[in-house]
């Protein structure tokens, strides 16, 4: 992905998403992280935003997202994992 959005169309049972992005790989010096913008039943849309005194525009990296259903789960090796949001 670069600096500009991007949908990324999801075809599951999830009905209320969360969506967390991990850190982007380091293919341009400008520092950067992945934004995710809006969330629905469907999808969601990422992309990758430069500092804001940079000039915002950003060569393709990679980055790895997790999306869950919000609430709290318990993995068959006993983790704990709990999806959520916050204002």
């Known amino acids: 992905m670069d600096h500009k959005w991007k949908w990324v169309e999801l ?3 999830v009905i209320d998403r969360v969506v967390v992005a991990k850190s982007l790989s380091c293919k ?3 520092p950067a992280v ?3 913008g809006y969330v629905d039943a469907t999808g969601f849309e990422i992309r990758v935003q430069e500092w804001d005194y940079l000039d915002g525009i950003h060569a393709d990296e990679t980055v790895g ?3 869950m259903e919000r609430g709290t789960y318990t993995l068959p090796d006993g ?3 709990e999806a ?3 204002d």
């Open 28 to 30: 341009e010096d400008e």
């Open 84 to 86: 959520g949001t916050f």
């Open 65 to 67: 997202y997790m999306v």
């Open 11 to 13: 075809n599951d049972s």
């Open 79 to 81: 983790t704990m994992v």
């Open 34 to 36: 992945a934004r995710i």
